[in-house]
């Protein structure tokens, strides 16, 4: 274990950035998965929708980078395009 204060204060605040990384990391997946489950070209849309929102929503706060989130978003468009196909 740390003595020093700042030590101290830096595994502090890991605990919370992790915790928080966590939530995210789990909110995106379950906003992918909820567009792949998807069963009608509708609930598809609407899944895809709030994905795209939410993955753009990650970059402005830095969780994610602006690539990454092209090529997830560009993937999903591209399952909901062949599901109404």
């Known amino acids: 274990m740390a003595n020093h204060k700042s030590a101290l204060k830096r595994i502090r605040q890991t605990k919370v950035k992790t915790e928080r990384n966590r939530y995210y990391r789990t909110r995106i997946k379950n906003v992918v998965k909820a ?6 070209k509708d609930e598809a849309q609407a ?6 929102k939410y993955l753009h929503k990650m970059v402005t706060k830095g969780i994610m980078k602006k690539q990454t989130v092209s ?14 196909a």
């Open 47 to 52: 899944a895809f929708k709030e994905a795209n």
């Open 35 to 40: 567009v792949t489950n998807a069963t009608s």
């Open 71 to 84: 090529r997830k978003v560009s993937r999903l468009s591209a399952f909901v395009k062949k599901i109404e």
